[in-house]
């Protein structure tokens, strides 16, 4: 049984630029939520997505927004990249009902 | 609102000591609370969980128990490896249909042998 998957692993980019990271969730797993950890800190929710939608959104600007796909993969998009947008982006994936969460490995953006 | 507050690292121990990291919640209702493990270059893990008054999380040879009365959830092992060495983060889930959890800053142990 795979766990969460993520991809990519690391990713670089330069500043104004648009990037998209992946999540496959935890087999049997319908909800999957994103969060920014940069250095040094706790990792930080961005938002979250269930039944295809947005459910619930941290304090992150427009510039980031995603999608979830009906197998309940995702997409986490950032625009306009900026130099503080560099972090470890972490997906988590749930089931409606069930209190843990599970995380992938990350995807390690530096903007430049 | 809601927050996690967890003592600040580093925390730097030998092998064998006993490890406290505090950690302490603020709540509307009855939070389920985690401590989650960071290994170095890796993501997070699930360590363990509680999710009502008293309850006690293990894992691995680290224990948790859910004090309602003091809002804490400080993390415990009698007796640490070197390969525990990780930061340790500490979060809260409010009850309802509410997926987002809320963390502490994290705080980095090292062990040494």
């Known amino acids: 049984d795979a766990g969460v998957t993520q991809s990519p692993t690391h990713l670089i980019k330069t500043r104004g630029q648009q990037v998209t990271l992946r999540c496959s969730p935890k087999s049997g797993h319908d909800t999957v939520s994103w969060y920014q950890q940069a250095l040094g800190q706790g990792p930080q929710f961005i938002f979250q997505?269930?039944?295809?939608?947005?459910?619930q959104r941290g304090n992150f600007p427009d510039r980031f927004s995603g999608h979830q796909f009906p197998n309940y993969s995702s997409e986490l998009n950032v625009n306009a990249l900026l130099l503080g947008d560099s972090a470890l982006y972490l997906c988590a994936s749930s089931s409606q009902g069930v209190n843990e969460q599970y995380f992938g490995p990350g995807t390690r953006l530096t903007v430049t | 609102g809601n927050s996690v507050t967890q003592m600040e690292g580093p925390v730097t121990l030998s092998e064998e000591a006993f490890l406290t990291i505090n950690c302490t919640y603020t709540a509307t209702g009855y939070p389920s609370l985690f401590w989650y493990v960071q290994y170095p270059g890796e993501g997070l893990q699930l360590l363990l969980k509680a999710t009502k008054a008293d309850d006690k999380g293990s894992n691995k040879g680290f224990e948790a128990t859910y004090r309602k009365e003091t809002t804490s959830f400080h993390l415990e092992k009698g007796s640490v490896q070197v390969s525990d060495s990780a930061v340790y983060f500490c979060a809260l889930r409010n009850a309802g249909n509410n997926r987002k959890l809320i963390w502490g800053l994290g705080t980095s142990l090292a062990v040494n042998p």
């Open positions: 997505y269930y039944e295809e939608e947005e459910r």
